[in-house]
């Protein structure tokens, strides 16, 4: 025990707060640190602290100290609490944020957690992850309800705490690079974090809701809304996007179911029905001759306004089967269907719907039927949308796409293909991949945007007249491209060729029609004009003014294609729409 | 003489036990002491877990009441949270933590100590099961 008044040995200058007693050394221990402080032995806690704040260099009120497992309260002394020479105190810095750190939720450090793709945070690489697995505390479900489901073309990440006006333009970011990446995709979706938000229908609605995207959507095809309201539904598909193996599992009963479809009497027809929006382009571009118009049934079916499985109005069809395998077209089944042709192309990304330059130049797609096809699209965009954006549509997509030997099997048994086992081959090779495309979200927006269709026609009426007229110009047009071309072509039937002649000029077509192809793949959805989504292009003009506070992206980007991507130009664009 | 033959006298364990508490020994998520220091039966102490990090229990402290009954430390202490919590084996009511919940109170050994339980509390606290929890807001305690 130390004397009264003895001094410190060696300790000559005079602590400020000490006043007689003496001085001792208590050790100050935190998580990460050790700092020996003397002080006097009858300070307050409160001098205690002060000089652990300068040592610290933290602020008073971020200090608490913990002796012998008791909080000390700035009112005591250290003998109170029995702080003598040598012994530890234990000192938390309290951060500012306590809890739902949003520091650690930065959205662009691509949080490490593991796992792929649920809805979560997934962490590949460089994307960034607002939800990085480190957040520990339950986001509370009011907080920035920025989750995008895999619902339509939506995918994103929920910011935890962000708030910041970056934050819009990041989960656009990742809203990109989820979509174009499915793994990270699936490992956002293991996080069990993201799997905590996800179980909660309400949270999920609500941020699904607040999309633009997809109020979009929703105003385009209401049973999505009504997908959304059903909790049922949505638990169910909130459990399926969470879990991989489940869905998997859900393909496989809607496999069965529609096996079992199949078998009961009426119910073959309806698959029937189902597919041949899918044969039927192939077929007819197997055939290339349509003696009547077989797409007179296009009007027809366009009332059913839904699914094809939905098997209302299919009654009054003509009897497509009149010429041998003339084949019933439905509109969206048709042009999509169209891009396995008798070359059999494996489409890649740059090439999503799998077409296949080589022989789209036989003309197969320039028949007149085709043509009428493409006209009918274009008169009846709803019809397409229907089609398209329905939920089931979709899960028979997938359903297919999971399995496609259930899809051939089927389809095989459909006396359309019975004569022509050629044709099932290819298409039995073509389908996965074809159905894969068909939930590409780009394939499907570009398909339901009718001018996006028209314009495509007119491209292919205009190479067709380029064709005949100067054959020999194709090869000269490689180079240029073929600008102006909207993108985000999903139209299968933009042959270069008409004439059958293409063995001179075949290799020529095969790389235009390559580049157009890319072009449109490169795309996003259609509309714009270049190569390459505007807000690729000024993305970085874009984070440039999200820093200088022009927080609205939606004006900040159409400032910027207006202004070709002068950033000052687009400023003045944006402070002049803007009520002063 | 077997090591395992002595039984360390209750006092001793205690004080022992006393003077880690004192010196901080551990890596300084926990802490102990007595909660009264002329408790000459060494009897009721006191523990204050730090919540660990990427819980829900981070940035929290929490206060512990710890009682070595006469039978320490051959047999557990009583131990219950003064602080609400929400954690598995912790009664809602009234903080008491239910020994059977925790595997070291369980199968209690007498080598086992106060900081034990503490950091085996803690340990808790980053289970799957646990760590996600919401908890009751900062500050409020068990008021029996």
Redesign the interface.
């Known amino acids: 025990m130390a004397d009264q008044g003895a001094a410190d040995p060696g300790n000559n200058n005079n602590k400020p707060e000490a006043s007689e007693g003496t001085i001792i050394k208590v ?1 100050v ?3 990460k640190d050790k700092e020996e402080i003397a002080i006097a032995e009858d300070a307050s806690v409160t001098q205690f602290k002060e000089e652990i704040s300068r040592r610290f260099k933290a602020k008073q009120d971020q200090l ?1 100290l ?6 000390l309260k700035d009112g005591d002394s250290l003998s109170q609490h ?1 702080i003598k020479d ?5 000192l ?1 810095i ?2 500012a944020h ?2 739902s ?1 949003g520091g650690s939720t930065s959205a662009s450090s691509s949080s490490s957690s593991t796992q792929a793709g649920s809805a979560s945070t997934s962490t590949p690489g460089t994307n960034p992850s607002s939800t990085a ?6 986001p509370p479900p009011t907080q920035t309800p920025n989750i995008l489901t895999g619902f339509g073309d939506l995918a994103g990440l929920a910011g935890l705490g962000m708030g910041s006006a970056n934050f819009m333009e990041l989960q656009q970011q990742m809203q990109r690079q989820l979509m174009s990446n499915p793994e990270m995709l699936s490992q956002i979706m293991e996080n ?2 993201v799997q ?1 938000m996800m179980s909660n229908p309400d949270l999920m609605r609500q941020m699904i809701m607040a999309n633009p995207q997809m109020q979009q959507l929703m105003e385009r095809n209401p049973e999505i809304s009504h997908m959304l309201n059903n909790p049922e539904l949505m638990r169910q598909t909130m459990e399926l996007a969470r879990n991989p193996a489940m869905m998997q599992e859900m393909m496989r009963n809607q496999d069965r179911a529609l096996s079992n479809l199949e078998s009961i009497p009426g119910g073959y027809n309806a698959l029937r029905r189902m597919y041949t929006d899918i044969q039927e382009p192939m077929f007819s571009a197997a055939r290339e001759q349509f003696g009547s118009n077989p797409f007179s049934a296009l009007g027809g079916g366009s009332d059913s306004g839904a699914q094809p499985s939905r098997t209302e109005n299919r009654e009054p069809l003509p009897n497509p089967w009149g010429p041998p395998n003339s084949s019933n077209p439905t509109e969206s089944g048709g042009t999509t269907g169209s891009t396995s042709t008798t070359g059999g192309t494996n489409p890649t990304v740059s090439n999503p719907l799998g077409i296949n330059p080589g022989s789209l130049g036989n003309g197969m797609f320039n028949s007149p039927g085709m043509q009428s096809l493409m006209q009918q699209i274009s008169e009846n965009p709803q019809l397409m949308q229907n089609m398209l954006s329905a939920p089931y549509m979709r899960n028979m997509m997938q359903s297919l796409a999971q399995n496609p030997e259930l899809a051939s099997q089927v389809l095989m048994n459909n006396p359309l293909f019975a004569g022509n086992p050629q044709l099932q081959e290819q298409f039995r090779a073509q389908l996965p991949i074809f159905l894969q495309q068909m939930q590409n979200p780009e394939a499907l927006s570009v398909m339901t945007n009718p001018r996006a269709m028209q314009a495509l026609m007119q491209i292919q009426q205009g190479l067709q007249t380029l064709q005949t007229e100067a054959p020999g110009l194709m090869p000269s047009l490689m180079s240029g491209g073929v600008p102006g071309i909207p993108t985000g072509g999903g139209m299968p039937t933009e042959n270069p060729a008409s004439s059958p002649s293409s063995a001179g000029t075949s290799t020529a077509q095969q790389q235009l029609m390559q580049q157009m192809l890319q072009m449109f793949a490169g795309g996003g959805g259609g509309g714009s004009a270049t190569s390459q989504t505007p807000e690729v292009r000024f993305q970085s003009q874009l984070d440039q003014l999200n820093a200088m506070g022009f927080i609205n992206r939606e004006a900040n980007l159409q400032a910027l294609i207006a202004t070709g991507g002068d950033i000052n130009a687009a400023i003045e664009r944006l402070l002049g729409s803007q009520p002063s | 003489m077997r090591i395992e033959c002595v039984k360390v006298p209750r006092n001793f364990r205690l004080l022992e036990e006393l003077e880690e508490g004192q010196k901080g020994v551990g890596d300084g998520t926990v802490s102990w002491g007595l909660e009264d220091d002329e408790d000459m039966t060494l009897t009721r102490w006191r523990g204050v877990i730090l919540g660990p990090p990427r819980t829900s229990y981070e940035n929290r402290m929490y206060n512990l009441k710890v009682e070595c009954g006469p039978g320490y430390p051959e047999s557990p202490p009583f131990v219950r949270f003064v602080t609400k919590i929400n954690l598995n084996g912790v009664h809602n009511s009234n903080g008491v933590v239910d020994m059977r919940a925790v595997s070291a109170l369980a199968k209690w050994q007498n080598s086992y100590s106060i900081r034990m339980v503490l950091l085996e509390l803690r340990r808790l606290m980053t289970c799957k099961e646990n760590m996600k929890l919401p908890q009751p807001p900062e500050g409020q305690i068990y008021t029996n």
């Open positions: 050790t221990k935190t998580p608490v913990i002796f012998a497992g008791k909080i029995g040598g012994l530890t105190v234990h938390v309290k951060t306590k809890a750190d697995g480190s957040t520990g505390s339950a069990p974090l905590n």
